[in-house]
């Protein structure tokens, strides 16, 4: 299985700064003959299920404001929060799904 | 709008069998990717199981053996079935619905993969104690 690491595991931020969390995989998620990365992100706060922010490392989902980002390719990868909002506090995950078995970073904790 | 529904009960006994049912509603289960997902208390997420093809299987292979999913084209629902539970096994279950992208692969011939999970139904707690 990939496995998928996150860093920092929890990290705080003032309101209006920035906000960079890191996704590494353990081999290339890219897959060359349609030049994707297999690489979603998804935002969980307490009590509710993930929701989807980013796929495809960078193509952001509809409706998910555009101060959220994610970049890189191959094994490392990036969500930024370009200006923290109150309420962008939440637990956030990256996850592969290159390979038959679908994997998850361990989340990081972006805090005010 | 694809919507997903978890249901079962919210306590299990150790040693017994966990059972849960999704219910999908905006779509049809007879195409597409369909997991279950689960979260022990504060933690992180674990892929359990998924089927697809109305009926083709792949579990995670930490659970195989205990592990039984299952479909319900009639009543657009699909199933988990965990035996032999433990406390470890607490945790918040999701279901969630993974479409799928055409590609060509290394010898240009056209094949099918799964996306991201989207939508994701709203997770039951399923605690396992005596």
């Known amino acids: 299985d990939i496995a998928m690491t996150q860093s920092p595991d929890s990290l705080a931020v003032s309101l209006g700064e920035r906000a960079t969390i890191n996704c590494k995989s353990s081999?290339?998620?890219?897959?060359?003959?349609?030049?994707?990365?297999?690489l979603s992100w998804f935002q969980q706060k307490p009590g509710q299920p993930p929701k989807l922010l980013i796929y495809?490392?960078?193509t952001r989902e509809s409706g998910v404001p555009d101060r959220f980002s994610g970049s890189g390719s191959g094994t490392d990868f990036t969500l930024t929060i370009s200006s923290l909002q109150a309420e962008d506090v939440a637990v956030y995950f990256c996850?592969?799904?290159?390979?038959?078995?679908?994997?998850f970073g361990q989340g990081t904790k972006v805090e005010i | 709008q694809v919507l997903l529904q978890e249901s079962g009960p919210g306590l299990v006994k150790p040693s017994e069998t966990l059972s849960l049912t999704c219910t999908v509603s905006?779509?049809?289960?007879?195409?597409?990717?369909w997991s279950w997902i689960r979260q022990p208390p504060g933690k992180g997420l674990e892929w359990i199981a998924y089927?697809?093809?109305?009926?083709?299987?792949k579990y995670n292979s930490s659970l195989k053996g205990r592990l039984i999913i299952s479909v319900d084209t009639s009543r657009n629902q699909f199933s988990l079935k965990l035996s032999s539970v433990t406390a470890a096994d607490t945790a918040v279950y999701y279901c969630?619905?993974?479409?799928?992208?055409?590609?060509?692969?290394?010898?240009?011939?056209?094949?099918?993969?799964?996306?991201?999970?989207?939508?994701w139904g709203q997770g039951i707690l399923v605690t396992v104690s005596s």
């Open positions: 969630a619905r993974q479409t799928t992208h055409d590609y060509h692969d290394s010898n240009g011939v056209s094949k099918q993969w799964f996306n991201w999970f989207d939508p």
């Open positions: 905006g779509g049809s289960i007879s195409s597409d990717y």
């Open positions: 089927i697809y093809n109305g009926g083709s299987t």
């Open positions: 081999r290339s998620i890219f897959y060359s003959s349609n030049k994707k990365n297999y």
């Open positions: 495809w490392a960078s």
């Open positions: 996850q592969q799904y290159y390979d038959s078995v679908p994997t």
